[in-house]
C-alpha cells in the first residue's frame, strides 16, 4: 500500500505523522511510504533520517494525497487538504467530527473513508490513541495555567504552589479521566490544593487511591461545580464524552461570578469545550479575556510539545497503520471491532452515532457499509 504523511498545516502544529522509526516498520512490511519534505522538522526528524528508512520525500502535499491510498497524519485535515481527498482513499487522524459541521460535511463529500484516532477503542476499556495526547494535554494545562496566573499575562499574580506562610493556589480539575488524572499529577507536584471534580463513583474512587489524601474528590452535581469553580484560581476542563460534544458544566454566569483574575483552561476544546465562554484559540494568540476571567483555549496543545506528542502518540497509532496497509481497510475494520469504532465517515456516509446525532445527519452502523 502506498502510505503518505503530510506536513501538518494547523497554526503552530509541529507534529508529524509518522517517526522515522514508524516508517522504517511500514517498508519493512512492503509498503512505500511517501512524506512531504521538512514534515519531521517539527521533532527534529530531517528528511535525510526518513530517505535512510526507505521514505520517498515529496516537495507538494497534492502529490501525496494524489496517489497515497493511506494518508496518516495528527490533526484535523483542513479546508485545503479535505479538498484533495478522493473517494477509496483513507484517512487516518484525528477528526474531532462532533463540533465541525464544516469538516463533517466535506469529509462526507470527499468520499473517503476517514477513521478517527479519538475512538478507535480498547479490549481494556478506554480510547487507546487519544489517551497518549490527554496525558500531555492533562500535564501541559497545568504548566500553562501556572503561567497565566502570573500578573504580566493577566492572572491574579499567584505562585501555584504558594510559600511559606502564603497561601498556594486553588486547582479545581473537572473530570477524573487521564487529562484530569495527569493534570492532577502535576498540580499536586507543583504544591497546589487540588480539588478533583467527577460524577462517577468508581473513577473518584480510582483517584483517591492514586493520589489518596493529596488531592481532594467531588461528586459532580451543579452545586458542586458552582461552588468550586467560583472559588478557584486555575479551572482545568477535562470531560470527554468519546465523539461527542463536551457537555457545558461551566456557565457564562459562572464566568461572571469568578475572581478576577482566575484562569479557565480547557483542554476539552477539541470537542467545543466545557465553558459556556470558551472558543479555539492558538498556540501564536492562545488566550483571551471574559469577565476578567483568562481563557486558554489552545486545540492543540499537544502540538507545543510535537517530538514528545509524536513518539507518544505513534506508540499507540502504528500497530493500527500497519493493520491498515497489511490487510486494507475493509478485512482490517471486519476484524477488529475496535479500530471499526474509529469509522467516522465513510463513502459519504456518517458511520459514528454520537456524531450523526450531533450534526443531524443519518447514522450508519459501520459493518453494513463495509461489505
Known amino acids: ?99 465541525d459541521p464544516d469538516q463533517t460535511k466535506d469529509l462526507i463529500s470527499s468520499g473517503a473513508t476517514c477513521i478517527a484516532y479519538e475512538t478507535v477503542t480498547s479490549p481494556y476499556g478506554g480510547l487507546p490513541l487519544l489517551a497518549p495526547m490527554s496525558k500531555v494535554a492533562g500535564r501541559m494545562a497545568i504548566q500553562a495555567g501556572a503561567h497565566c496566573l502570573e500578573h504580566p499575562h493577566g492572572g491574579r499574580g499567584i505562585l501555584l504552589g504558594g510559600v511559606p506562610g502564603v497561601d498556594r493556589a486553588k486547582v479545581v480539575v473537572l473530570g477524573a479521566g487521564v487529562v484530569g488524572k495527569h493534570a492532577a499529577a502535576i498540580a499536586v507536584g507543583m504544591g497546589a ?22 488531592t481532594h474528590t467531588v461528586f459532580s452535581t451543579r452545586d458542586a461545580v458552582e461552588q468550586h469553580v ?36 480547557d483542554v476539552a476544546i477539541d470537542q467545543g469545550g466545557c465553558c459556556e465562554t470558551s472558543k479555539a484559540t492558538t498556540h501564536a494568540d492562545p488566550t483571551y479575556v471574559v469577565n476578567d476571567v483568562v481563557h486558554y483555549c489552545v486545540a492543540n496543545m499537544p502540538g507545543g510539545v510535537p517530538r514528545t ?29 475496535h479500530l471499526r ?31
Open 1 to 99: 500500500m502506498k502510505i503518505g504523511i503530510p506536513k501538518e498545516i494547523k497554526n503552530h502544529e509541529y507534529r508529524v505523522g509518522m517517526t522515522p522509526s514508524s516508517v522504517r516498520e511500514a517498508v519493512s512490511h512492503g509498503h512505500s511510504v511517501m512524506i512531504e519534505t521538512r514534515a519531521g522538522e517539527g521533532i527534529g526528524a530531517i528528511d535525510d533520517e526518513y530517505r535512510a528508512v526507505g521514505a520517498t520525500i515529496i516537495d507538494r502535499a497534492e502529490d501525496i494525497f494524489s496517489s497515497a491510498d493511506l494518508i496518516v497524519k495528527v490533526k484535523e485535515p483542513q479546508a485545503v487538504e479535505r479538498a484533495m481527498l478522493r473517494q477509496g482513499q483513507i484517512l487516518f487522524t484525528y477528526l474531532h467530527l462532533a463540533p
Open 193 to 214: 490544593e487540588v480539588w478533583v471534580v467527577d460524577r462517577s463513583p468508581e473513577v473518584i474512587e480510582a483517584h483517591w487511591q492514586q493520589f489518596g489524601t493529596s
Open 230 to 265: 467560583l472559588d478557584a484560581d486555575l479551572v482545568i476542563g477535562g470531560v470527554l464524552i468519546p465523539g461527542a460534544s463536551a457537555p457545558k458544566l461551566v456557565t457564562r454566569e459562572m464566568v461572571a461570578a469568578m475572581t478576577p483574575g482566575s484562569v479557565i483552561v
Open 309 to 337: 506528542s509524536t513518539y507518544a502518540l505513534n506508540n499507540v497509532t502504528l500497530p493500527h497503520i500497519l493493520t491498515l496497509a497489511d490487510h486494507g481497510f475493509r478485512e482490517a475494520l471486519k476484524a477488529d471491532s
Open 341 to 371: 469504532n474509529g469509522l467516522n465517515v465513510h463513502d459519504g456516509q456518517v458511520t459514528n452515532a454520537e456524531v450523526a446525532v450531533d450534526l443531524g445527519y443519518n447514522y450508519v452502523e459501520p459493518l453494513s457499509v463495509l461489505g
